[in-house]
């Protein structure tokens, strides 16, 4: 007995099942390829608007000068410690491998130049940066961020008190200001771990470290990594205030901020870096 014959209608109903899951998947990836689209637009245009006024505030009054002071010394004279150890070790250590390539050239005298741009070009402005963001940057976003689910900001506005001007002007002006002095101090106790090692445990001559170290090291060399101090201390303030300013979710939402804060920062101030590099030789 043959088997009976394939119902023509049901099969051509269930045909084109195949082709429209497929319409359907490319449909909701792409709505969600504009979704996440969107949302990294409007990420941009909030940050934008803190950036913009968190300069355009330090010219309006009231100028929160002790405010920004408190900031000042929260941001820079209590980022001291941390700044200090990992300045000496790191000069001491780029001192160590720099001897250790060196040598197989015969070429130890160099290490002193080498030690001194490599800090105040490169190294200084970018661990200093990427230190304050840890340190500091995630406290301004946990800050700032149990503020606004507390409501406290929320508050300022009833009071009529701009919470931009209050609270995101004196944190982005004092990174700012701070992060050229933590460099220059950053530069200045790597150069003295780097002699310290050098001299004393590396047997380097100390004419020949001094020397290069004062003919290679120039006015260019410590203003480049000043003006990237400058910008890295303007993101860490802006991304800092931006990620606390703008966090919802409560308690879990404020540990979110506060990690994004500091990833955020931290990625940012290695990009620029490469673009500051590149556009000032």
């Known amino acids: 007995m043959s088997p009976p014959a394939p119902d023509s209608a049901s099969d051509t109903e269930a045909r084109p099942i195949l082709p429209v899951r497929v319409v359907e998947a490319a449909g909701r990836f792409v709505l969600g390829w504009v979704g996440g689209l969107r949302g990294a637009v409007e990420e941009v245009g909030r940050a934008g608007v803190v950036a913009f006024w968190g300069v355009a505030n330090v010219f309006l009054p009231p100028l929160r000068v002790r405010l920004t002071i408190q900031q000042m010394e929260f941001i820079g004279v209590q980022s001291l410690p941390i700044i200090l150890l990992t300045s000496a070790f790191t000069g001491a250590v780029f001192t160590l491998q720099s001897h250790r390539a060196f040598a197989m050239f015969g070429a130890q005298a160099m290490v002193g130049g080498t030690v001194g741009v490599a800090l105040t070009r490169e190294l200084g402005p970018t661990l200093t940066g990427l230190l304050v963001a840890g340190r500091a940057g995630s406290a301004i976003a946990a800050e700032l961020g149990t503020m606004r689910v507390t409501e406290q900001i929320d508050a300022l506005d009833a009071m009529a008190v701009d919470p931009l001007n209050y609270l995101v002007k004196p944190r982005v002006l004092a990174a700012v200001l701070v992060m050229p002095m933590l460099t220059a101090i950053f530069d200045f106790v790597g150069i003295v771990g780097s002699y310290v ?85």
């Open 197 to 281: 090692i050098g001299i004393y445990l590396m047997h380097l001559s100390r004419p020949e470290f001094l020397v290069r170290l004062g003919d290679w090291v120039d006015w260019d060399d410590i203003y480049s990594g000043l003006l990237k101090a400058v910008v890295f201390g303007f993101i860490v303030g802006v991304v800092s205030c931006y990620k606390g300013f703008y966090t919802t979710g409560g308690a879990r939402g404020v540990g979110q901020a506060t990690t994004s804060a500091v990833v955020v920062s931290s990625v940012a101030i290695l990009v620029s870096n490469f673009f500051i590099a590149w556009a000032i030789p």
